[in-house]
């Protein structure tokens, strides 16, 4: 993957500072090259239910939102994270060094009766919040692209 992730043109109406959405199938090779070589991890998760809504919460420390790949693909909720630390200075010998590249991903099933086109997404503190309204009914899910804010 090159250093600096392509993106595509996104328009939206939602308000807040536009963020171009990352090239998805980009993302997903460099997902399965990082997963081969173990260095991809699943994030803890928190998945609350009400009457109108799902709630979801995820951990994801030290991530911007431009590193964010959120889609939903008929129920399942999927978020991949391509995250690249800076770069620490060359000086003197290492006597432990854990920075690396970090990649998260996570599919997590959702309710058949959600409606995925309308789901809002925010980063804040290191912490990602969905919030997923529900239908009355179980509506057909198409491959849907989530925009953070």
């Known amino acids: 993957m090159k250093n600096s992730i392509s993106t ?4 939206s ?3 807040g ?4 959405l990352h090239n998805e199938v980009e993302i997903k090779e460099e997902l399965k090259r990082s ?5 991809v991890t699943q994030p803890p998760v928190t998945l609350t239910e009400s009457e109108h809504s799902v709630k979801v919460e995820i951990a994801l420390p030290g991530v911007t939102r431009e590193e964010l790949l959120i889609y939903t693909d008929k129920n399942i909720l999927s978020v991949c994270v391509a995250h690249h630390p800076a770069a620490i ?6 006597k432990l060094h854990e920075f690396t590249n970090n990649y998260f991903y996570r599919h997590i099933a959702l309710p058949a009766n ?9 980063y804040k503190s290191g ?18 692209r989530i925009a953070v804010y």
Do not use: M, R, W
């Open 13 to 15: 109406i939602y308000p």
């Open 89 to 94: 200075p060359e000086q003197g010998t290492y």
């Open 114 to 122: 959600v409606d995925a086109e309308f789901i809002s997404a925010e």
């Open 8 to 11: 595509q043109p996104c328009h």
């Open 127 to 144: 912490i990602l919040s969905l919030h997923v309204p529900k239908t009355k009914e179980p509506v057909k899910q198409q491959h849907t």
């Open 17 to 20: 500072q536009f963020v171009p």
């Open 35 to 39: 997963f081969a070589e173990s260095s």
